[in-house]
Protein backbone atom coordinates (compact mmCIF):
# COMPACT_ATOMS: atom_id res chain seq x y z
CA UNK A 1 0.00 0.00 0.00
CA UNK A 2 1.22 3.49 -0.96
CA UNK A 3 -0.67 6.67 0.00
CA UNK A 4 0.49 9.48 -2.42
CA UNK A 5 -0.12 13.40 -1.59
CA UNK A 6 0.14 16.18 -4.21
CA UNK A 7 0.81 19.69 -4.02
CA UNK A 8 1.78 22.95 -5.76
CA UNK A 9 -1.35 23.77 -7.51
CA UNK A 10 -2.48 27.40 -7.92
CA UNK A 11 -3.53 29.97 -10.41
CA UNK A 12 -1.15 31.25 -12.97
CA UNK A 13 -1.47 32.92 -16.31
CA UNK A 14 -0.88 31.80 -19.54
CA UNK A 15 2.63 31.21 -20.45
CA UNK A 16 3.61 30.78 -16.60
CA UNK A 17 4.77 27.85 -15.02
CA UNK A 18 4.34 25.43 -12.07
CA UNK A 19 5.76 22.68 -10.62
CA UNK A 20 3.74 19.74 -9.07
CA UNK A 21 4.92 17.44 -6.26
CA UNK A 22 4.07 14.29 -5.01
CA UNK A 23 5.13 12.18 -2.21
CA UNK A 24 4.60 8.79 -1.64
CA UNK A 25 4.71 7.09 1.79
CA UNK A 26 6.55 3.91 2.35
CA UNK A 27 9.76 1.71 1.33
CA UNK A 28 8.74 0.77 -2.03
CA UNK A 29 8.28 3.58 -3.90
CA UNK A 30 11.31 2.79 -6.65
CA UNK A 31 9.21 -0.34 -7.03
CA UNK A 32 6.47 2.17 -8.76
CA UNK A 33 6.29 3.04 -12.37
CA UNK A 34 4.60 6.79 -11.54
CA UNK A 35 2.64 8.64 -13.36
CA UNK A 36 0.18 12.30 -13.20
CA UNK A 37 -3.27 12.37 -14.98
CA UNK A 38 -5.89 15.04 -15.25
CA UNK A 39 -9.09 16.14 -15.24
CA UNK A 40 -10.16 18.90 -16.66
CA UNK A 41 -14.09 20.24 -15.13
CA UNK A 42 -17.18 18.42 -17.28
CA UNK A 43 -14.64 15.93 -19.17
CA UNK A 44 -12.77 12.46 -18.28
CA UNK A 45 -9.48 12.07 -16.63
CA UNK A 46 -6.71 11.80 -19.03
CA UNK A 47 -2.97 10.88 -19.23
CA UNK A 48 -0.46 13.28 -19.18
CA UNK A 49 3.06 11.57 -18.44
CA UNK A 50 4.79 8.88 -16.64
CA UNK A 51 7.94 7.35 -16.08
CA UNK A 52 9.77 4.36 -14.92
CA UNK A 53 10.92 3.01 -11.98
CA UNK A 54 14.55 3.85 -12.44
CA UNK A 55 13.07 7.40 -14.29
CA UNK A 56 15.00 6.45 -17.35
CA UNK A 57 11.88 6.63 -19.13
CA UNK A 58 9.18 8.72 -20.03
CA UNK A 59 6.12 8.77 -21.60
CA UNK A 60 3.97 11.87 -22.61
CA UNK A 61 0.98 13.32 -24.03
CA UNK A 62 0.91 14.75 -27.14
CA UNK A 63 -0.81 18.12 -25.48
CA UNK A 64 2.00 18.13 -23.53
CA UNK A 65 5.03 17.53 -24.91
CA UNK A 66 7.74 19.87 -24.94
CA UNK A 67 6.31 21.76 -22.00
CA UNK A 68 5.66 20.01 -19.29
CA UNK A 69 8.58 17.09 -17.59
CA UNK A 70 8.13 14.07 -15.10
CA UNK A 71 10.90 13.59 -12.78
CA UNK A 72 11.47 11.52 -9.78
CA UNK A 73 13.98 10.90 -6.55
CA UNK A 74 13.27 7.72 -5.17
CA UNK A 75 15.52 8.67 -2.05
CA UNK A 76 12.87 11.43 -1.72
CA UNK A 77 10.03 9.18 -2.70
CA UNK A 78 8.83 11.84 -4.87
CA UNK A 79 7.55 12.62 -8.14
CA UNK A 80 7.40 15.79 -9.78
CA UNK A 81 5.79 17.67 -12.83
CA UNK A 82 7.49 20.86 -14.37
CA UNK A 83 5.20 22.74 -16.02
CA UNK A 84 6.18 25.55 -18.54
CA UNK A 85 4.42 27.39 -21.28
CA UNK A 86 1.12 26.63 -19.33
CA UNK A 87 -2.16 26.89 -21.64
CA UNK A 88 -5.84 28.00 -19.95
CA UNK A 89 -6.50 24.22 -21.70
CA UNK A 90 -4.17 23.06 -19.03
CA UNK A 91 -6.60 24.02 -16.18
CA UNK A 92 -7.53 20.87 -14.20
CA UNK A 93 -7.12 19.00 -11.44
CA UNK A 94 -4.08 17.06 -11.51
CA UNK A 95 -3.10 13.44 -10.17
CA UNK A 96 -0.48 11.71 -9.26
CA UNK A 97 -1.13 7.79 -9.61
CA UNK A 98 1.48 4.76 -8.79
CA UNK A 99 1.92 1.05 -10.88
CA UNK A 100 2.47 -1.59 -8.62
CA UNK A 101 3.62 -3.02 -11.72
CA UNK A 102 5.78 -0.90 -12.58
CA UNK A 103 8.52 -3.38 -13.67
CA UNK A 104 6.13 -4.11 -17.02
CA UNK A 105 5.48 -0.94 -18.33
CA UNK A 106 5.60 2.80 -18.34
CA UNK A 107 1.75 2.76 -18.51
CA UNK A 108 -0.54 5.72 -20.01
CA UNK A 109 -3.89 3.67 -19.39
CA UNK A 110 -5.07 5.07 -15.61
CA UNK A 111 -6.64 1.46 -15.57
CA UNK A 112 -2.46 0.07 -14.78
CA UNK A 113 -2.54 2.66 -11.75
CA UNK A 114 -3.48 1.40 -8.27
CA UNK A 115 -3.38 4.59 -6.31
CA UNK A 116 -4.14 7.89 -6.58
CA UNK A 117 -3.99 10.90 -4.83
CA UNK A 118 -6.31 13.23 -3.89
CA UNK A 119 -5.38 15.90 -6.77
CA UNK A 120 -4.36 19.42 -7.02
CA UNK A 121 -5.98 21.94 -8.48
CA UNK A 122 -4.54 23.95 -11.24
CA UNK A 123 -5.99 27.06 -12.59
CA UNK A 124 -4.20 28.97 -16.11
CA UNK A 125 -5.52 32.00 -16.91
CA UNK A 126 -5.98 33.76 -20.54
Known amino acids: QVQLVESGGGLVQAGGSLRLSCEASGRTFSSYAMGWFRQAPGKEREFVAA????????VYADSVKGRFTISRDNAKNTVNLQMNNLKPEDTAVYYCAADRDGSLRVGTNQLNYDYWGQGTRVTVSS
Open 51 to 58: ISQSGGST
